[in-house]
């Protein structure tokens, strides 16, 4: 799977999903990052209606704060999740994210 998140530095996650520079995409397997890769330059609000979007096409989930309501409805039309995060601090933000995928793979486990 694939989760991306709005930054303008890989450091700290953007003030708002549409204001980022780019995306830190992080290859998750079996609840680890497996690999980062920044994509993106400076997508800006002004192309929010199009490429900005195709460059998240194989993700499964984008992490942010602050996404406007246009943006999310657009993501989840192509079928990716929008998980809000009130950190900044991407290693945070991850760390919270795998935490929680890690959960629900746990609660669906139906072993006796």
């Given at each position: 799977?694939?989760a991306?998140?709005?930054?303008?530095?890989?450091?700290?996650?953007?003030?708002?999903?549409?204001?980022?520079?780019?995306?830190?995409?992080?290859?998750?397997?079996?609840?680890?990052?497996?690999?980062?890769?920044?994509i993106?330059?400076n997508?800006?609000?002004?192309?929010t209606?199009?490429?900005?979007?195709d460059?998240?096409?194989?993700c499964?989930?984008?992490?942010?704060?602050?996404?406007?309501d246009?943006?999310?409805t657009?993501?989840?039309?192509?079928?990716?999740?929008v998980i809000?995060?009130?950190?900044?601090?991407?290693?945070?933000?991850i760390?919270?994210?795998?935490?929680?995928?890690?959960?629900?793979?746990?609660?669906?486990?139906?072993?006796?």
């Open positions: 799977m694939k991306a998140i709005p930054t303008n530095d890989g450091l700290m996650m953007a003030s708002s999903f549409e204001d980022a520079r780019g995306f830190l995409v992080l290859n998750i397997e079996l609840g680890k990052v497996i690999k980062e890769e920044m993106g330059s997508p800006g609000r002004s192309s209606a199009g490429n900005v979007f460059l998240l096409n194989d499964t989930a984008v992490l942010t704060g602050n996404i406007t246009v943006s999310k657009i993501l989840e039309k192509r079928n990716i999740s809000a995060s009130q950190d900044s601090i991407i290693t945070n933000v760390m919270s994210y795998l935490d929680h995928e890690v959960g629900k793979v746990a609660d669906t486990c139906c072993c006796p």
